[in-house]
T-cell receptor, first 115, second 111 residues
Framework: DAGVIQSPRHEVTEMGQEVTLRCKPISGHDYLFWYRQTMMRGLELLIYFNNNVPIDDSGMPEDRFSAKMPNASFSTLKIQPSEPRDSAVYFC?????????????FGAGTRLSVL | ELKVEQNPLFLSMQEGKNYTIYCNYSTTSDRLYWYRQDPGKSLESLFVLLSNGAVKQEGRLMASLDTKARLSTLHITAAVHDLSATYFCAVEETSGSRLTFGEGTQLTVNP
C-alpha cells in the first residue's frame, strides 16, 4: 500500500480564500483523523471519522472549518474563509482498530500558508 | 479530560550516552503509543504498548508501560546522531479510538 496520501503538499493562499485539503486513507482502514500541527499549539486533533461517519469534531476551531468523508477512500478538510492564523501543517492519519491496537498511520502532511 | 505530559521537552545529549524520556498521563488507559517525527516530516510509529508491564525494544530504543503509575518511558541506549528527532507519546482513551498526544520531546544527539 502507498500509505496515507495527502494533497496538496504545500498550499499558499491569501486571506479570505477557500482552501481544500485532501486525504486518501490506507485501503481497509476504518478510522480517519485530521490533525493540525503548529509550534505554539503542538499537535491538535481536529476531527475523526469511523466508517465515514464523523465521531468527534470538538477540535474543529470554528465554523470556518468543515470536513467530509463521502466514501471510505477519500476525505476533505475545507477552510472558508481562510485566515493567517490557520497557517500550519495539516496531517491526515488512518487506522484499523483491532487486537494490535490503534496504530495511526500519518500522511506526509499539507503545509498551509495563509498570507 | 485526558492530559499527557512529556519530560523533558528538550534534550541535548552526547553520542554514546543513555537517557530516558518520560510520559505521564492523567486517566486510566492501557494503550500507549510512541511516535517519531523528523524535522519537516510526518509522524512514524515506533512502539505500541497494550498492557501493564509491556516492554518493546528496537535497536537503541526501549519503551515500557506502567499503567498503575500512568507512566511510560522511552529509554535511549548509547545514543547516536541518527536518533535526533522529536518523540511523541500518545495515549488511547479507553472510551474511544482517539489518541491524545504529548507535547513531544525534541532530542538532539551531538557528536
Amino acid at each position: 500500500d502507498a500509505g496515507v496520501i495527502q494533497s496538496p503538499r504545500h498550499e499558499v493562499t491569501e486571506m479570505g480564500q477557500e482552501v481544500t485539503l485532501r486525504c486518501k486513507p490506507i485501503s481497509g482502514h476504518d478510522y480517519l483523523f485530521w490533525y493540525r500541527q503548529t509550534m505554539m499549539r503542538g499537535l491538535e486533533l481536529l476531527i475523526y471519522f469511523n466508517n465515514n461517519v464523523p465521531i468527534d469534531d470538538s477540535g474543529m476551531p470554528e465554523d470556518r472549518f468543515s470536513a467530509k468523508m463521502p466514501n471510505a477512500s477519500f476525505s476533505t478538510l475545507k477552510i472558508q474563509p481562510s485566515e493567517p492564523r490557520d497557517s500550519a501543517v495539516y496531517f491526515c492519519a488512518s487506522s484499523l482498530v483491532g487486537t494490535g491496537g490503534n496504530i495511526q498511520y500519518f500522511g506526509a502532511g499539507t503545509r498551509l500558508s495563509v498570507l | 479530560e485526558l492530559k499527557v505530559e512529556q519530560n523533558p521537552l528538550f534534550l541535548s545529549m552526547q553520542e554514546g550516552k543513555n537517557y530516558t524520556i518520560y510520559c505521564n498521563y492523567s486517566t486510566t488507559s492501557d494503550r500507549l503509543y510512541w511516535y517519531r517525527q523528523d524535522p519537516g516530516k510526518s509522524l512514524e510509529s515506533l512502539f505500541v504498548l497494550l498492557s501493564n508491564g509491556a516492554v518493546k525494544q528496537e535497536g537503541r530504543l526501549m519503551a515500557s508501560l506502567d499503567t498503575k503509575a500512568r507512566l511510560s518511558t522511552l529509554h535511549i541506549t548509547a545514543a547516536v546522531h541518527d536518533l535526533s528527532a522529536t518523540y511523541f507519546c500518545a495515549v488511547e482513551e479507553t472510551s474511544g479510538s482517539r489518541l491524545t498526544f504529548g507535547e513531544g520531546t525534541q532530542l538532539t544527539v551531538n557528536p
